[in-house]
Structures are given as C-alpha cells and as structure tokens.
C-alpha cells in the first residue's frame, strides 16, 4: 500500500506553527525528538527552510554558491501582528 501523497498546508501559519512544534520536540528530546517527527512535520519545516529562502540541493547535485536567497518573506505570516 502506498503511502499517503503530502497535504498542502491550510496557511502558512498552519505550516510555520506545526514546524515549531517538531522543533521544540526535537529541541526538548534530541535525537529521540527527531524520531518522532511525522511526515507532515518533516514537510513543514522543509517548507519554513523554503519559505526563508533556503535553496533547494538535488540529490546528489552540487551546492550553488549562493545558498539563502535575500529578502525570501515579503508579506506578512497571517495571523501575525502588525
């Protein structure tokens, strides 16, 4: 049976808040934190990695020279303050 495809997220504010919670798994566990992540926590905080402009290696690809690109959050999260 294959797996189930990745749901896109219902807000940014959904990803970004579901990423912090798999951070602070992995911050208060350590490595057991990191084996508890879910899929869908895996796939937040890759997509918070894209989201503040991390750029994306193939496998087996080399690394550009420019890893993080400027300026990547233009508008704000929604459901943050002014």
Do not use: K, W
Not at 62 to 77: D, Q, R, W
Request: net charge negative.
């Amino acid at each position: 049976m294959r797996p189930a495809a990745p749901q896109p997220f219902a807000s940014t504010r959904a990803m970004l808040e579901l990423a912090g919670r798999a951070l602070g798994r992995i911050d208060a566990q350590g490595i057991r934190g990191v084996t508890l992540c879910s899929a869908d926590e895996i796939a937040a905080m890759a997509g918070t990695l894209a989201l503040f402009g991390l750029v994306p290696i193939p496998p087996g690809g080399e690394a550009p020279a420019v890893l993080v690109l400027e300026a990547p959050l233009e508008t704000p999260v929604e459901g943050d303050l002014p």
